[in-house]
């Protein structure tokens, strides 16, 4: 069977699902017709009783018939044209779409569930925004706060001119300048975010040697692990460097983020070490591990995000923004590389994230 035949059959189909409108319509035109002409037949016809009751139920039947069939195609016609109406206004774009016949209002009516649950798409994730939007600010609003009105509670008591101790004035100073960092780099890490978030953010690729990088983290985080109590160990001797093809200076604050992350929830007399495998494809492995109090798998899908936090109040006393993975996971996504992170409470986490295999002899040319 061809399609062609299949759809004649469909609308003449179509006819035997009764159109009560038209049914209705067609019963009312008969029966006036019929009436019309029994009072005919009696005024001016010379017809009996039985031949008026043939001839009436006669017309009546026939009048029925072809009235329902012209009503029904009619008033089929009128329904596809407004359809096209109600489509074009729906679709205005859509200009080569139209009903032609009334097997095309199955597809319409598919169309229009599309059009349906695409809409309700859209809305679903215009809320989401939103509500993404609200949070963010709130966040914002509520991780400023805190340092500012610790810097205006101080400077509000040192005007005040009650304190006059020199070494007090000197503390106070000092908590004030805390602040101020605070909300410096809360700022500035927001700024990194958002530039990253908008495509503004440029890397620099170029190949260098990883294992240097390392070791100038470590040198640079050397006494804030001395103070931790805390060793930093790279889990092995790399006589020969190992390069990799990234923007250096992002990457360099990716480990020191991660590592002062070991830092900061690692416990006394803790390990923090790093390694570097080789894998396939091209592709280096950086791991940065730690025995600290480690994190509860309900938190790792959440972890990157912005803010997030494992525990509210847990963190703000070690003074991170909640930003730290956040801006990790931003630069190592620049790179289009992967990160990764395992975890367990009171036995450690480990992050590790992988990078391009450098060129040397494109470190010569460089
Ligand atoms: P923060 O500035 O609060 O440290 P981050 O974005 O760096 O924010 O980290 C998010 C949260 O992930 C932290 O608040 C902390 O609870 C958890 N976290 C990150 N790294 C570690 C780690 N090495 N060990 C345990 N918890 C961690």
Known sequence: MDINSFNLKEINLSILKLN????????????FCV???????????????????KF????????LIFSYIFLFYRFESLVIIRLNEI???LLPTSSSYEIKKPSDIDLFTNNLKKINSDKNLEIEMLKNQENYRKEFIGNIAHEL???LFTIQGYILTLLDGGVTDKEIIKKYLKRTSKGVERLTYVVKDLDLITKFESGMANLELKTFDIVFTIKNVFEQLEMRAKKNNITLKINDEYFEPI?????EERIQQVITNLIINSLKYGVDRGVTEVSIDSLKKGKILIRISDNGEG???KHLPRLFERFYRVEKTRNRTLGGSGLGLSIVKHIIDAHNEKI???SQTNIGSEFSFTLPKGDKTQLIQE
């Open 20 to 31: 009560k409108v038209s049914f209705y319509l067609s019963i009312s035109i008969s029966l």
């Open 35 to 53: 009436i019309v002409f029994i009072i005919m037949a009696f005024m001016f016809l010379d017809l009996n009783g039985e031949e008026i009751f």
């Open 56 to 63: 009436s139920i006669f017309s009546f039947l026939s009048i």
């Open 87 to 89: 489509y074009k206004k």
């Open 145 to 147: 706060k805190t340092p």
């Open 243 to 247: 390069y990799v093809y990234a923007d």
């Open 295 to 297: 994190i509860e798998q």
């Open 340 to 342: 990764f992170v395992e």
